[in-house]
C-alpha cells in the first residue's frame, strides 16, 4: 500500500500566521482568542493545552482591563475594536493580509457612496451568512451590506439602484461568475442604465486548491480529506475531492478510520494508493496522524 499526503493541502498563509502569531504570544503570558483560532477541533486542543482559552462575544464584554485577546485570521467588524478599547484590552490583531485589504476595499466603497441619496447604493457580499468573516465583511458597513450564497437570492437585491459586488475570499471563482451573470442578465431586464461594479476578491491561494486537489484526488484509489466539521472551506473542498474520486471519506480525526477495511479496495490495483488530504483549515500533523492510523489498520489487515 502506498500512502501519500497532499503536498498542497493544509494551513493557508492566514490561518499558519494566526497560529504561529498565538503560540509566540503564548509565551508571554495568558492569551485569549476571540471565536476558534481555527475550524478545526483537534487544533483548536492542542493550543488550548498550550493555554490559549477561547471566548465569545459576551466574554469580550466582561474581561478584566489589561486582558490580552488576539483576533483571529477571519477578521473581526469595527464593533469588536470598539468594545476592546473601551474595556482597555489588548489586542494581538491575526487578520489574514487578504481579509483585511479586503475590509478596508469595502469600507472605502461605503464611505465613498452611503450619502448618495438619490439612487443609495447596495454592497453585496457574495458568501455564507453568519460566516466569521463574513460578519467582519458586514461591519465596514454599518451591516447593511447584502450577503447572497448563490444566485438562487436575487430577491435580496434591488436591480434599481447601484450594485456593489464583493466576495468572501473563500468562496468559489465559478460559483462567483455565475452570480455575476445572473445579476447582468437581471439587471438587463429591469434597469439596464443601473451602474454594477463587481470586484474578484477571492483568495487565489484558496481557490487555485480546487483543481490541484481534484488532481491529486484522481491520481489515487481511496482518499481521505482530513476537516473539522465547523469548517465551510472543508465541506467545499471535500465535495470537490469526491466529485473527482467516488471513493472519498470524510474524517476528522485519526480515530474514525479504524472501522475501515482496506481490503474492499485492494482489487483495483495491485498496490493500493491511499491520498490524504485536507482543508485550510487542517494541520499537518493532523494529516500525519491519519497516515499512520491508516498505516497501522493495513498492516493489521495484511
Request: glycine share 6%; with cysteine; hydrophobic share 35%.
Amino acid at each position: 500500500m502506498q500512502v501519500t499526503i497532499d503536498e498542497h493541502s493544509g494551513f493557508c498563509f492566514g490561518v499558519t500566521s494566526a497560529i504561529r502569531t498565538a503560540e509566540k504570544e503564548l509565551q508571554n503570558g495568558a492569551l485569549c482568542c476571540l471565536g476558534d483560532i481555527v475550524h478545526n477541533g483537534q487544533e483548536v486542543a492542542r493550543l488550548e493545552q498550550l493555554g490559549l482559552q477561547t471566548i465569545d462575544y459576551d466574554d469580550l464584554r466582561t474581561l478584566p482591563c489589561g486582558s490580552r485577546v488576539l483576533l483571529r485570521a477571519h477578521g473581526e467588524p469595527p464593533s469588536t475594536y470598539w468594545i476592546a478599547r473601551r474595556r482597555k484590552i489588548d489586542i494581538i490583531d491575526a487578520t489574514c493580509p487578504v481579509v483585511k485589504k479586503l475590509q478596508d476595499r469595502i469600507r472605502a466603497c461605503y464611505e465613498l457612496h452611503k450619502n448618495d441619496e438619490a439612487l443609495p447604493p447596495q454592497i453585496v457580499i457574495y458568501g455564507q451568512p453568519g460566516h466569521a468573516e463574513v460578519i467582519g465583511l458586514q461591519g465596514q458597513t454599518n451591516d447593511t451590506a447584502i450577503v447572497v450564497e448563490s444566485a438562487d437570492q436575487l430577491d435580496r437585491i434591488d436591480m434599481t439602484r447601484p450594485i456593489y459586488l464583493f466576495s468572501q475570499t473563500t468562496k468559489s471563482v465559478e460559483g462567483f461568475q455565475t452570480l455575476i451573470e445572473a445579476i447582468k442578465k437581471a439587471i438587463s431586464h429591469q434597469s439596464p442604465a443601473v451602474n454594477f461594479e463587481y470586484h474578484d476578491t477571492i483568495c487565489r491561494n484558496v481557490a487555485n486548491r480546487v483543481q490541484q486537489l481534484q488532481d491529486f484526488a484522481r491520481s489515487q484509489d481511496i482518499v481521505f480529506f482530513v476537516g473539522g466539521k465547523k469548517s465551510s472551506n472543508a465541506k467545499v473542498l471535500y465535495n470537490h475531492c469526491l466529485a473527482a474520486n467516488p471513493n472519498t471519506v470524510f474524517v476528522s480525526a485519526p480515530e474514525e478510520v479504524e472501522s475501515l477495511q482496506l481490503s474492499e479496495f485492494s482489487h483495483q490495483n495491485s498496490e493500493l494508493k491511499v491520498g490524504i488530504c485536507g482543508a485550510t483549515s487542517t494541520p499537518l500533523w493532523l494529516m500525519e496522524s491519519v497516515r499512520d492510523a491508516i498505516t497501522a489498520i493495513a498492516n493489521k489487515q495484511s
